[in-house]
């Protein structure tokens, strides 16, 4: 039975909006934080995060701040809502300002592109004293914010964390499950948008739902093994940060890291890509951190191949399909 919790919400991001707009409507006291001071103003004027999540009304009660010390104070959870890449710098700021007795919520997917480590340890690297854990599962945030019925999977090492947050977190229209397998929870969550690129590449070169099936499931196959090799479960990616994530960056308009490959599938570059999409695109960061990763461990992967072959390799995008296709005859 979920109680009233004092919520921070790092970083004022569409998911990040849109979770603080779920769990102050739930009951919950929830305070956002944003690096500019300027989009504090606008949502705390406006009742809209005008940027990331146009049209949505934010709840009166719903606070806003850009001081770190006062975002978190007397928060007992805090979402950590910011791109992968800033997932780090972002722990060690808040750090100081953090104790044993909260609890941080990872939200962002991917994997740390140097270090190629899982967010989540990175945050434990950061910020030692807090308990960790990862909300993952097929959830766009415009339609979270718009009390669309979600289900999602809570993740921790400490499955009474877990159970925790799942007891305050869940609502009738956002369901969440528990897992112990961060390990399979966090690749299923950052592989995926790879897939998702794959995918939209294949949409944008104007093929169809087979192509798209067989990106879809041969792409979880992928997923799996590398998963399995770094220590998660396979049940893990049959699950909702495996299949279900998989199916909704697939085939949703929502998805960035689809509208990316949409756009690369006609033949535009990169940087206009990235300049077009105008947020943040997670899997052109975990294509290279799969990658090596695939090469480090061994662990045969030609789709994440073939798109880091077309992002960073000049390749051409319907060439590479066409060669995937072309590989040697196997069983399944």
């Given at each position: 039975?979920?109680?009233?919790?004092?919520?921070?919400?790092?970083?004022?991001?569409?998911?990040?909006?849109?979770?603080?707009?779920?769990?102050?409507?739930?009951?919950?006291?929830?305070?956002?934080?944003?690096?500019?001071?300027?989009?504090?103003?606008?949502?705390?004027?406006?009742?809209?995060?005008?940027?990331?999540?146009?049209?949505?009304?934010?709840?009166?009660?719903?606070?806003?701040?850009?001081?770190?010390?006062?975002?978190?104070?007397?928060?007992?959870?805090?979402?950590?809502?910011?791109?992968?890449?800033?997932?780090?710098q972002t722990a060690i700021d808040f750090s100081p300002y953090l104790n044993s007795n909260q609890v941080l919520v990872n939200v962002a997917k991917g994997l740390e592109e140097i270090s190629l480590k899982r967010l989540s340890q990175v945050i434990q690297e950061c910020a030692p004293q807090c308990q960790v854990c990862v909300l993952s599962g097929p959830s766009h945030a415009e339609e979270v914010a718009r009390e669309i019925p979600t289900t999602c999977l809570i993740a921790s090492e400490n499955a009474e964390t877990a159970k925790m947050v799942q007891e305050e977190f869940m609502n009738p229209r956002f369901r969440l499950y528990t897992n112990?397998?961060?390990?399979?929870?966090?690749?299923?969550?950052?592989?995926?948008?790879?897939?998702?690129?794959?995918?939209?590449?294949?949409?944008?070169?104007?093929?169809?739902?087979?192509?798209?099936?067989?990106?879809?499931?041969?792409?979880?196959?992928?997923?799996?093994?590398?998963?399995?090799?770094?220590?998660?479960?396979?049940?893990?990616?049959?699950?909702?940060?495996?299949?279900?994530?998989?199916?909704?960056?697939?085939?949703?308009?929502?998805?960035?890291?689809?509208?990316?490959?949409?756009?690369?599938?006609?033949?535009?570059?990169?940087?206009?890509?990235?300049?077009?999409?105008?947020?943040?695109?997670?899997?052109?960061?975990?294509?290279?951190?799969?990658?090596?990763?695939?090469?480090?461990?061994?662990?045969?992967?030609?789709?994440?191949?073939?798109?880091?072959?077309?992002?960073?390799?000049?390749?051409?995008?319907?060439?590479?399909?066409?060669?995937?296709?072309?590989?040697?005859?196997?069983?399944?």
């Amino acid at each position: 039975m979920a109680t009233v919790k004092k919520v921070a919400v790092i970083g004022s991001g569409s998911w990040g909006t849109a979770l603080a707009v779920m769990l102050q409507k739930h009951g919950h006291d929830v305070v956002i934080w944003s690096r500019r001071q300027d989009a504090v103003e606008q949502m705390e004027k406006e009742r809209e995060n005008k940027e990331y999540l146009p049209g949505v009304l934010l709840p009166e009660g719903l606070s806003f701040t850009a001081e770190r010390e006062k975002a978190v104070k007397d928060a007992e959870i805090i979402i950590l809502s910011v791109p992968s890449k800033a997932v780090r710098q972002t722990a060690i700021d808040f750090s100081p300002y953090l104790n044993s007795n909260q609890v941080l919520v990872n939200v962002a997917k991917g994997l740390e592109e140097i270090s190629l480590k899982r967010l989540s340890q990175v945050i434990q690297e950061c910020a030692p004293q807090c308990q960790v854990c990862v909300l993952s599962g097929p959830s766009h945030a415009e339609e979270v914010a718009r009390e669309i019925p979600t289900t999602c999977l809570i993740a921790s090492e400490n499955a009474e964390t877990a159970k925790m947050v799942q007891e305050e977190f869940m609502n009738p229209r956002f369901r969440l499950y528990t897992n112990t397998d961060m390990v399979g929870v966090e690749m299923g969550a950052a592989l995926k948008n790879v897939m998702a690129l794959a995918a939209g590449i294949s949409d944008g070169l104007g093929f169809g739902d087979n192509t798209k099936a067989a990106i879809m499931t041969r792409g979880i196959a992928e997923m799996s093994r590398l998963g399995i090799e770094m220590g998660g479960k396979l049940e893990t990616f049959a699950g909702l940060s495996g299949i279900g994530d998989l199916i909704v960056t697939c085939t949703s308009m929502h998805s960035r890291n689809r509208r990316a490959g949409i756009l690369l599938g006609k033949g535009k570059s990169l940087a206009e890509t990235l300049a077009e999409i105008k947020m943040v695109v997670e899997g052109v960061n975990t294509v290279q951190a799969a990658y090596t990763l695939a090469k480090e461990h061994n662990v045969e992967m030609p789709i994440t191949n073939a798109i880091y072959e077309v992002l960073f390799q000049g390749k051409n995008a319907e060439q590479a399909v066409l060669d995937l296709m072309s590989r040697h005859g196997k069983a399944e």
